[in-house]
């Protein structure tokens, strides 16, 4: 049996389509990691197949379960061969001719990291929320290779069509939780030498921390300085908004800050996993060490 466990940076929730995908896998256990090829080989048994298949299991604390078996190959299959080397294609076929099959090489062995990252249309559907959930949005998606994820990650989002943020990054963190969850990845922003612009609870949360923001109130409000002005002038390079509907007004409130932003061209990201990612791998790398190589380069 031939496998690649590819790792998804989102959580459970977003639409496998729209997720960011890391090959090979950075954070899960070793244990994980056995249990998934486990799985996989005893539903393959069970099932009697003999061809391309694909798995989606939720892990938490080396506690799986899966969520689905698709018996067909997926569009993760030509990034898994590209980013491995390994033939998955020519393999199947040969299972399926009943030939004996072994990958020859396994993905935990590959010196670089590859990261799928999806595309996006928001700004040609007038009206959509970019918040990604459960039913597939993307229209496209980019992958590259890097010698780390941080490379391989910057890299993809800035071929997916994301600018990194140069002088300002406008944070909207709706909830205690997600606050909390997201202050080490504040800190990590506030070393970049950005100015970092905050919705109210947020910059009151972050300024109790010691993490300098300027405030910026929310769109319905009526008052000085607003949001609105600032994305109309670009004074903001980047939106981070994490959602949070407890409230309505507020949910109300920030989709038309994160439709605002998709309409004036603003890069948005509506997932707390990934800000957390990209903030660590903007700390972490420079522009200009990402490198220009091409895919035979690595090995």
């Given amino acids: 049996m031939a496998s690649a466990i590819?790792?998804?940076?989102?959580?459970a929730g977003v639409h496998s389509g729209d997720a960011t995908m890391v090959l090979p896998p950075q954070k899960l256990?070793?244990?994980t990691i056995r249990r998934v090829r486990l799985i996989g080989e005893k539903i393959a048994q069970a099932l009697n197949i003999t061809g391309p298949f694909n798995l989606q299991l939720l892990a938490k604390d080396n506690e799986l379960r899966v969520i689905e078996c698709n018996l067909r190959a997926s569009r993760s299959l030509p990034f898994v061969s590209k980013v491995?080397?390994?033939p998955?294609?020519?393999?199947?076929?040969?299972?399926?001719?009943?030939?004996p099959v072994s990958n020859g090489r396994s993905v935990f062995e590959l010196n670089y990291v590859g990261v799928k990252a999806p595309q996006f249309s928001f700004s040609r559907l007038k009206g959509a929320d970019p918040c990604l959930g459960v039913e597939m949005a993307s229209t496209g998606e980019v992958a590259c290779l890097g010698d780390d994820l941080h490379e391989a990650l910057l890299k993809?989002?800035?071929?997916?069509?994301?600018?990194?943020?140069?002088?300002?990054?406008?944070?909207?963190?709706?909830?205690?939780?997600?606050?909390?969850k997201f202050l080490p990845s504040a800190r990590e922003i506030s070393?970049?030498?950005?100015t970092i612009y905050a919705t109210e609870g947020t910059s009151r949360f972050l300024k109790r921390h010691g993490i300098e923001n300027l405030p910026l109130f929310k769109i319905h409000?009526?008052?000085?300085?607003?949001?609105?002005?600032y994305l109309l002038e670009k004074k903001v390079d980047f939106l981070i908004s994490i959602p949070h509907t407890g409230k309505r007004i507020e949910f109300d409130s920030d989709y038309r800050m994160r439709r605002l932003a998709v309409d004036l061209g603003i890069p948005v990201i509506t997932n707390l996993q990934l800000a957390e990612a990209l903030a660590t791998a903007l700390k972490t790398k420079e522009l200009e060490d990402l490198k220009i190589k091409s895919w035979k380069e690595y090995d």
């Fill in 6 to 11: 590819i790792e998804h940076l989102e959580n």
């Fill in 29 to 31: 256990y070793i244990e």
């Fill in 84 to 86: 491995s080397g390994i």
């Fill in 88 to 99: 998955f294609i020519e393999l199947a076929v040969k299972a399926m001719l009943g030939l």
């Fill in 156 to 180: 993809a989002m800035i071929a997916a069509g994301f600018r990194p943020p140069e002088k300002s990054i406008l944070l909207s963190l709706g909830g205690e939780e997600n606050k909390q």
């Fill in 191 to 194: 070393e970049l030498g950005l």
């Fill in 221 to 229: 409000q009526p008052r000085q300085p607003n949001l609105r002005d």
